[in-house]
């Protein structure tokens, strides 16, 4: 998979908005019910356990801080599909992760919507707000 192509592709197949940085970082900005959006960036990362190329979809919840339910939110996340919490950078975020070859692409764009429906539901329920 060319994640740069891909990306842009299912931007402009969802209405979305595209950015790519470079060939292993794109954006999109993904359009919600409500008139709402949610960022998800792709990223190419090698797994050195299995030798192979994964890209990564994630997007921001909220700042990270000792007041999240986090036992709540792992529990929760056992009912996703595709997503899980991550704290990364200071940030609560959702990510989800495959690989670069023999994933199909419907699988990824599910994780793609999947990754930004949950960024933006539980960024709502923690923080009350749109802030990502």
């Keep these: 998979m060319d994640l740069v192509s891909f990306m842009k592709s299912y931007a402009d197949e969802i209405g979305g908005q595209f950015t790519s940085y470079d ?9 919600l019910a409500g008139g709402r959006f949610q960022s998800v960036i792709g990223t190419i990362k090698e797994n050195k356990l299995y030798s192979r190329n994964m890209v990564t979809f994630t997007s921001k919840i909220c700042n990270y801080n ?11 996340s056992s009912l996703f599909n ?13 990510e989800a992760v495959a690989s670069m070859d023999g994933t199909p692409e419907s699988s990824v764009k599910e994780m793609i919507q999947e990754v930004a429906n949950l960024a933006d ?12």
């Design 82 to 94: 595709y997503g899980r919490f991550i704290i990364s950078d200071d940030f609560l975020q959702i």
């Design 66 to 76: 000792s007041s999240l339910p986090l036992k709540n939110l792992l529990e929760q």
């Design 23 to 31: 060939n292993i970082h794109s954006i999109i900005i993904v359009p």
């Design 121 to 132: 539901q539980y960024e709502f329920k923690l923080t009350g707000s749109d802030v990502h």
